[in-house]
């Protein structure tokens, strides 16, 4: 049995976007990846920080005093408590992968119609 | 000022090989990044679990059952308490990520002479 986990192949199994899989645990963290485009929702998360690594395409992780370009390749962490919203240039996708807390929610305490409650492992 | 990290960036910055620098820390966790080539030690961590991720090259995971190919783009997740030994193909050089506690030793209870203490952050 192999338990080698290929990125691509996590993310070649689905298409909706903003909708997070778990693709493996380390202790009390997870890694998600998504599929995103467009904008998503204001939020912070007192659980923990969060670190987003861009997988394909060009995520542009907004705060409220800037915005900040993550390219491929690169990754940025986002500091418990610091309200943040990522979103992609207009009409492009971005796929990426999340490294935070099990109980991290996927838009803190804000309740939204995007807001994911449970992440499907694959 | 951006919080970007670039991870070819960060491997551009040494040459040594089995010396990882820490790039990110996430709460409690490290993400570490090392060149290897060759054979390392056998040792496992009481502290927690261990995450690979392959940049570059190829990993070869050895358990005391088996060994996993982790080819660029893919990633494993060794369990705590569990002895490993990363390895290279003969001559070959790997770009690896590695995130774990920041209480995570190099090689666990093991002091060998290839044993780093400090990770020098880039």
Redesign the interface.
């Known amino acids: 049995m ?7 192949s996590k993310l070649s199994q689905f298409s909706d976007q903003w909708c997070p899989r778990r693709i ?4 009390d ?1 997870q ?1 998600i990846v998504a599929k995103i485009s467009g904008e998503f929702v204001w939020h912070s998360h007192d659980t ?4 987003f690594f861009v997988q394909k395409g060009t995520l542009l992780m907004q705060f409220r005093d800037r915005t ?4 491929e ?5 986002v500091p ?1 408590g610091v309200e943040h919203c990522p979103k992609t240039n207009d009409g492009q996708e971005c796929h990426i992968l999340v ?3 099990l109980a991290t929610k996927h838009t803190g305490d804000v309740d939204h119609e995007m807001t994911v409650s449970e992440y499907p492992e694959i």
Chains 1, 2 share one sequence.
């Open positions: 192999s338990n080698t986990i290929n990125i691509s493996a645990t380390v202790d963290m890694v923990g920080d969060e670190m900040e370009t993550v390219s390749g690169e990754m940025i962490v418990a490294f935070e807390k």
